[in-house]
């Protein structure tokens, strides 16, 4: 019993920070119906800046909201520059695009920072919060960390005229545009809150997984997954996929097939639960009109 | 498969047709002032992070050549990327004998990169010298006359840690964490076959990871559950780190072993946490350069004026940096040795004819051997604990 | 649909660039012929997974995964059964076209991300599951299998030039069953489900037997260019299955033009040799810039999608039809 609720716990701790990521990846997705493959190469480099400026001496809360800032204008830049041009181009030249960048922020890193593996601070120390002996404080911190998130992404969408805007930029362009709203504009502003929310992921899961320029590529395939079993056009579907994700592949290597084909296991998993609910377990069901 | 050998043989005989009119037919690569060598080395890609032992070799020889180089010949290391692939691994290799006709070549990275190219190595006669690779496969003169080893092979380090565990804890429960790659799985071979068959029980749990999963936080669990009182972690430096915090962290009293691929105090250990880290025990042959115990060595002195002067602060503490500044330094041993003969032949005989080597960075008292029936350049082994601040050796020098 | 002249310009142009194809084995050398092999390989992985992808709509991440059970196939056929490799080869991308046939069945529950994220799983999986301990005796585990190279018939050749050849011929025959497949009736239904699923649906289309079809036949194309690929480099392990090797395959989809089967060719061309080209550039950033090939790949990655966003095959028809414009107004 003692086992299966370690087992549990590092899954919900990891989970978390699968649950941020995805929500980035929603962030991009609602806007440009895409998934945007370099978003965990960006947020490795966020985390790096943020470590740069806690090494130069800046505390951490600071040096946390300097880096999600920055992240924002960087997501900005990136969309403006280099990911607009390809707006009508085919959808298949703006992924390879996305691949582009991942290579190249990827070996930037590597060769600005090295491939040494780098400890990472966290604001959260101390004794395990609420006698919770399974987590350390810092895993506790980041599953909080992430339903504040997703807490903001709801609050976001759902209360702000920012946010209302951006929904109806996504989800009807044309309309949007005739009511004053633009579009453009709405567009980059996901790709900002996406580079920040993904810049959290990071600075949450570096302290767990340690910094290093290859340090996004797996959590991301993990968001992926997440995010598509929850539902991809649905932030509390994709969270929820997120947390899922964590606890389902901890679960099975432990108990099912061992941590050989573990991998393997859970992502057949959740490509059997997708052939059953086609849009993810939150998703709306979309309706062809003929 | 005979016939095999003797039609590549054949048709590596016209791929140097072009050079066989020259006077210096047995000598590619060589000219009065210069010696060509090739290396593949995964600059991109998944393993992207061992690329530093090109550069830092590239760094080596641009010393050398600056202080004028071996016998009044340069060395020219052309080194390419290969991203860890093996088609792409082929390719270059190919190209590195057959388009830039090099004498031989050094330190090309990795298992599966190396097991590509093995047998066209051996059946051209191109020397393939100390691979950088710990597979056993790759010490075996026998077979493979022209594919030297240089680092001591997994699985013999594993051996030590066998003999270890039972002159020390002969009722142990072992349990073990491997990366799912030929690296992984070799150490797992190397400690079943030192245990034997009357001890194979000892292993109580073996877990796997895969590089592209975010941590190895979940099978140090699945270890602990399974009673084991001795962890072998058999890992690279990010999921060793992991491994060692969190066998921590879940209050584990086990005897932990860790390889020497991830024994770094400043990459692993300072991660993991020092205190976190008291009592590990490794195998190492070299010195790390982020102990504090070596400050004052010459050797050393040496390794960091060099990485002043050609790299940087970050390769210092890099393991892998000083591993290849060693193999560059082995290199040049072997070029000096040869002489004026720079034929295939005579590079193969004086790489398989080091007599009591010894290298700035090695463990004092540790020595380079070769001969024509031992291709294991780095055999001896010590052991050593952690005490929370720095490496303590024990015992005496072992060979697996 | 295409005038005489256009047509009969393109039977001239396919006519050349095969007569080129079987000259160079006579001219160039061991390591260019390895070269050429390879990009004839990877041309023919594009093929299939362009027929999917661009003539059919379906996306996929995992092509690799096919071409890994080609390689393997053709490996432990040849090496642990004795069989020869022209059977091995067929062999092997049958067991694939069985494959793809199945994945198909459940892509057809899917729509474009949720086929992304299968297929991609799929990528991620396979080096795994080759490795796989159960499998060792087979599969070598994560050792691999090395292949002998074949010979040719009564030592006329070199075995590089036999290889080339062979990946030649397989290419010219794939290449024309594709474009059989992508002109005739087959090929419209296909591209009918790609931009009108209902429509076709209702015009009698079996769009699910046309869909899981052009996946198993993707797949065996996949699977043909894995069996060449390992016995041109004579040996298969799982990380010459990686995720970045179905990355690639769609890199070249992209790069070449989407829907065009001539375009593979520039695809497999971009993929083979660009990756070279960025690792000679990075030497021009100074020493500590051996780090930098991949930066470099994915620059030029971006820089050839800005330049031509629809692929060489597309930005060749648009230089084409400039050219054809000023001709046309004067006749």
């Known amino acids: 019993m003692n086992e299966f609720l370690h087992q549990l716990a590092s899954g919900l701790a990891l989970g978390g920070v699968y649950a941020i990521m995805a929500l980035a990846l929603v962030m991009i997705y609602q806007a440009t119906q895409l998934v945007n493959f370099a978003q965990g190469e960006m947020a490795m480099f966020s985390t790096y800046f943020a470590w740069k400026l806690m090494d130069s001496g800046w505390p951490y809360w600071r040096a946390f909201a300097a880096t999600a800032l920055i992240s924002f204008v960087g997501g900005i830049v990136i969309e403006r520059l280099v990911v607009r041009p390809f707006a009508k181009a085919p959808v298949l030249a703006s992924v390879i695009v996305f691949i582009g960048l991942a290579l190249i922020f990827n070996a930037l890193a590597g060769w600005l920072y090295g491939y040494s593996v780098t400890s990472f601070d966290t604001p959260f120390s101390g004794r395990p919060w609420l006698g919770n002996v399974y987590m350390s404080a810092h895993e506790s911190g980041a599953v909080a960390v992430s339903l504040c998130v997703l807490a903001l992404v709801y609050a976001f969408f759902r209360f702000t005229p920012l946010g209302l805007a951006m929904r109806a930029a996504a989800q009807n362009p044309v309309s949007s545009r005739l009511v004053g709203i633009r579009v453009g504009w709405m567009l980059a502003m996901g790709w900002g809150l996406a580079a920040a929310i993904g810049s959290i992921a990071g600075m949450m899961a570096a302290p767990i997984v340690y910094l290093d320029p290859n340090m996004m590529a797996g959590i991301l395939i993990y968001a992926f997954a997440g995010a598509v079993l929850g539902g991809i056009d649905n932030p509390f579907g994709a969270a929820f996929g997120g947390f899922a994700v964590g606890v389902l592949e901890n679960l099975v290597g432990a108990y099912v097939v061992g941590a050989e084909v573990k991998l393997s296991v859970a992502l057949a998993i959740i490509v059997a639960v997708l052939v059953w609910r086609p849009s993810g377990l939150f998703g709306r069901r979309l309706v062809a009109r003929v | ?400 | 649909m295409m005038s005489g002249s256009s047509g009969r310009q393109r039977r001239g142009v396919t006519l050349a660039v095969l007569a080129c194809a079987i000259a160079f084995p006579f001219l160039a050398s061991g390591y260019h012929l390895y070269q050429g092999a390879q990009v004839l390989i990877l041309a023919i992985a594009l093929l299939g997974l362009n027929l999917l992808t661009g003539f059919n709509g379906q996306i996929s991440l995992g092509h690799g995964a096919f071409f890994a059970i080609g390689g393997y196939g053709a490996a432990i056929l040849t090496e642990k059964f004795g069989v020869a490799y022209w059977a091995a080869i067929p062999i092997a991308s049958l067991v694939c076209f069985g494959a793809g046939f199945l994945f198909g069945f459940p892509a057809l529950r899917f729509g474009g991300l949720y086929l992304a994220l299968a297929t991609f799983a799929l990528a991620v999986a396979t080096p795994q599951i080759l490795s796989y301990k159960g499998f060792d005796a087979w599969t070598g585990g994560s050792q691999g299998v090395l292949l002998a190279k074949p010979h040719a018939p009564f030592g006329l050749l070199t075995a590089d030039q036999w290889i080339y050849l062979v990946c030649l011929f397989c290419a010219a025959v794939l290449y024309w069953a594709a474009r059989n497949l992508a002109t005739g009736r087959i090929g419209r239904a296909l591209i009918a489900i790609r931009d009108q699923p209902i429509a076709a649906e209702t015009m009698g289309v079996n769009a699910a037997l046309y869909k899981t079809t052009c996946f198993g036949v993707s797949a065996l194309y996949a699977g043909v260019a894995g069996g060449l690929s390992a016995i041109a480099v004579g040996f298969v392990s799982p990380e010459s299955f990686g995720l970045s090797l179905s990355l690639s395959f769609l890199v070249g989809i992209v790069v070449g033009g989407l829907a065009s089967l001539g375009g593979v060719l520039f695809g497999a061309l971009f993929i083979e040799f660009v990756p070279n080209l960025a690792d000679q550039l990075s030497v021009n950033f100074g020493e500590s810039a051996k780090a930098l090939p991949g930066a470099i790949y994915g620059l030029l990655l971006i820089l050839i999608m800005a330049a031509m966003p629809t692929g060489v095959a597309g930005a060749l028809r648009f230089a084409a039809r400039l050219a054809a414009a000023p001709g046309a107004r004067s006749s």
């Not at chain 2, 940087?312 to 000083?322: L, R």
């Not at chain 2, 000096?336 to 290298?359: C, H, I, P, T, Y």
């Open chain 2, 1 to 400: 498969m005979l016939t095999r050998r003797s039609f590549l043989q054949s048709s590596a005989a016209a791929a140097f047709a072009a050079s066989a009119g020259s006077a210096r037919a047995e000598t590619p690569g060589v000219t009065d002032t210069e010696i060509k060598i090739g290396q593949t080395m995964p600059y991109s890609g998944p393993a992207s992070a061992y690329g530093v032992i090109g550069r830092t070799e590239t760094a080596y020889f641009k010393m050398i050549n600056e202080q004028g180089g071996v016998n009044g010949r340069k060395i020219n290391l052309i080194s390419l990327d290969d991203g860890y692939s093996p088609p792409k691994t082929v390719e270059q290799v190919r190209r590195l004998v057959e388009e830039e006709k090099v004498a031989f070549l050094f330190q090309t990275l990795g298992t599966p990169p190396n097991a590509a190219i093995r047998q066209y190595l051996n059946d051209n006669k191109v020397p393939q010298l100390f691979v950088a690779t710990g597979a056993s496969m790759f010490s075996d003169p026998q077979h493979f006359p022209w594919t030297m080893g240089y680092n001591p092979n997994y699985q013999t380090e594993a051996h030590i840690y066998a003999k270890h565990i039972l002159a020390t804890k002969p009722d142990a429960k072992i349990g073990v964490l491997y990366q799912n790659d030929s690296f992984g799985k070799d150490y797992l071979i190397g400690m079943k076959d030192a245990l034997g068959a009357e001890h194979a029980g000892m292993i109580v749990k073996e877990a796997s990871y895969e590089t592209s999963e975010p941590t190895v936080d979940s099978q140090v669990v699945t270890l602990q559950g399974s009673g084991a009182d001795v962890f072998l972690i058999v890992a690279t430096p990010k999921f060793a780190a992991q491994a060692i915090r969190k066998s921590f962290d879940l209050g584990w009293n086990a005897v932990r072993y860790v390889t020497i691929v991830s024994a770094s105090i400043a990459t692993v250990l300072k991660p993991a946490g020092l205190e976190k880290s008291k009592g590990l025990i490794t195998a190492t042959f070299g010195k790390d350069p982020t102990d504090p115990r070596w400050k004052d060595d010459g050797g050393m002195k040496e390794w960091a004026a060099f990485c002043a002067k050609y790299l940087s602060p970050t390769e210092f503490i890099d393991y892998n940096a000083g591993y290849a500044y060693g193999a560059a330094g082995t290199m040049i041993q072997v070029l000096k040795q040869s002489g004026n003969d720079l034929s295939r032949d005579n590079v193969m005989k004086q790489a398989a004819n080091l007599k009591d080597l010894e290298l700035p960075l090695l463990l004092p008292g540790m020595r380079i051997n070769t001969s024509p029936t031992n291709y294991s350049p780095i055999r001896q082994m010590q052991l050593s604990t952690f005490d929370g601040e720095s490496w303590q050796l024990f015992g005496e020098l072992l060979m697996g």
